[in-house]
């Protein structure tokens, strides 16, 4: 596999990012040369983005191709948004079913993610989920059954969402792990196991994490097909 290593300027945050990718991928310099629908644009740069992150810029043409990706990066290089756009963008909104599952290590993260999920989605009408533990479980099986796009929570609740049968899955596309090494360290690897288990075979897999312990290594073997490797380092 041919491997490609790039030092770039970043003026975000005027410091050096090192890109590593498994495979030469195409580098989107803009927006608006990523071919997003004109709603999630309009939501792009109404949230204040000018243009691309480098891990924006390389990574959510890829997700939104169906490809499996790793992408090993830091909090800070606008992952959460590159997750966002790329699930924005693959949604059928007039299908009211859960077609992205994002979990995430603390409910914080959670709530970060879906909140940036809407305001994103600001013009597509999306409706996006947080469903963590510590809450109401009543609310989350009322909002669940009103349907959601986008679904972002924690391991256990999650599971236990769809145990009771009120986080359906068969619609369900894309599958990801943010903080993937974070869940790992809490303990939420069975749940996570448990999770995946109930996914549409084939579901496409996208997992980031601040590092690639052998446990993340297993894992990505056992849910992905031929990922894509991003190495971002700050």
């Known amino acids: 596999m041919e491997r490609s290593s790039k030092r770039i300027h ?15 991928i195409d580098v989107i310099p803009s927006f608006d040369s990523m071919c997003l629908r004109d709603d999630l644009l309009r939501g792009i740069y109404a949230y204040g ?13 890829q997700i939104v191709k169906g490809r499996d990706v790793i992408a090993q990066a830091q909090s800070g290089t606008g992952k959460t948004a590159t997750l966002g756009i790329s699930i924005l963008q693959m949604l059928d909104t007039q299908l009211r079913e ?3 599952l994002i979990l995430s290590p603390t409910r914080e993260l959670a709530s970060q993610i879906q909140k940036v999920i809407l305001a994103l989605g600001d013009y597509m009408n999306v409706q996006c989920h947080a469903c963590y ?19 972002s929570g924690t391991p256990g609740r999650v ?19 943010d903080e993937a090494d974070e869940m790992l360290d809490k ?24 590092t690639m312990p052998h446990e993340i290594l297993e894992m990505t073997s056992k849910f992905m097909t031929n990922p894509i490797r991003i190495l971002v380092k700050r």
């Open 159 to 177: 599971f236990d969402m769809i145990r009771r049968r009120s986080l359906r899955t068969r619609a369900v596309k894309l599958f990801v792990l």
């Open 187 to 210: 303990g939420f690897k069975e749940q996570i196991y448990d999770v995946y288990r109930y996914l549409p075979p084939g579901t496409q897999v996208v997992l980031l994490s601040a």
């Open 98 to 100: 859960t077609q992205a």
């Open 133 to 151: 533990g510590g809450t109401n479980i009543g609310e989350d099986i009322r909002k669940l059954d009103y349907g959601q796009h986008v679904i």
């Open 10 to 24: 970043n003026e975000d945050d005027l410091t050096n990012v090192e890109f590593e990718t498994s495979e030469n």
């Open 49 to 61: 983005f000018e243009r691309p992150s480098a891990i924006q810029q390389r990574a959510i043409k």
